[in-house]
């Protein structure tokens, strides 16, 4: 079966300090995988998407970068994290053939202090 | 400007009291309009995916429904578990890999 991991499920980190979320997707080949900020009364912010292995697009300008470093696999990573950055990171990926329905990791509340 | 406008912003339901929820969007060429359920903590579950105007799509208690300018989500006869935030998506047809999203219809059906 298709499912999708994320993990940390929460995280809380202080100011400047590094960040890594892990996506990953079982059960299909070459997905597109993206990731998605959620801030409470903003909805959801595109972040990063990518197509295939080293390709992705940026939607934000910011201190967050992304990597797609095996086919099934997008990290979300930050040098220095900011107090703005705090918000509930989700992953989503586009099974083959589902045209651009988008299904969802469970997320990860990221705290910074 | 692609735009997608969610109302209300909230809603209060008694169980069994049916009413519908309003997504409005601006796009210059839909190619899909979706519908997501959002539980508190938790990601969006996808819901349906409607692509041209009279198409509608149905899932127990839920009835999507698509024009040219809007679409809403009729809940009928709601149960406490319906309780969720709504999010409506739409997808331009020059970019199709991108989604532009609502802010969401937070429901609350009361028992």
């Known amino acids: 079966s298709q499912t999708i991991h994320q993990w940390p499920a929460t995280l809380v980190q202080p100011v400047g300090s590094p960040l890594s979320l892990e996506c990953t997707v079982e059960g299909t080949s070459n997905p597109n995988l993206y990731w998605y900020r959620q801030a409470a009364g903003r909805g959801l912010q595109l972040l990063f998407y990518s197509v295939g292995i080293g390709q992705i697009s940026s939607e934000v300008p910011q201190n967050l970068s992304a990597s797609r470093p095996q086919d099934r696999q997008f990290i979300l990573s930050s040098k220095k994290l900011l107090l703005s950055d705090s918000g509930f990171y989700l992953c989503?990926?586009?099974?083959?053939?589902?045209?651009?329905?988008?299904?969802f990791g469970p997320g990860t509340r990221l705290t910074v202090l | 400007e692609d735009q997608v406008t969610q109302s209300p912003e909230a809603l209060r339901l008694q169980e069994g009291e049916s009413s519908s929820l309003n997504c409005s969007y601006t796009?210059?060429?839909?190619?899909?309009l979706f519908w997501y359920r959002q539980d508190p903590g938790k990601g969006p579950e996808f819901l349906f995916t409607?692509?041209?105007?009279?198409e509608e799509k149905e899932k127990e208690r839920l009835k999507a429904t698509l024009t040219k300018k809007e679409s809403f989500l009729h809940i009928t006869a709601p149960k406490p578990e319906d309780s969720a935030t709504y999010l409506c998506?739409?997808?331009?047809?020059?970019?199709?890999?991108?989604?532009?999203w609502g802010l969401g219809t937070s429901l609350a059906v009361n028992p």
């Open positions: 998506a739409v997808q331009n047809a020059g970019n199709n890999r991108k989604l532009i």
């Open positions: 409607l692509y041209s105007a009279g």
């Open positions: 796009v210059s060429g839909l190619r899909g």
């Open positions: 989503a990926w586009v099974p083959l053939g589902r045209d651009n329905e988008q299904f």
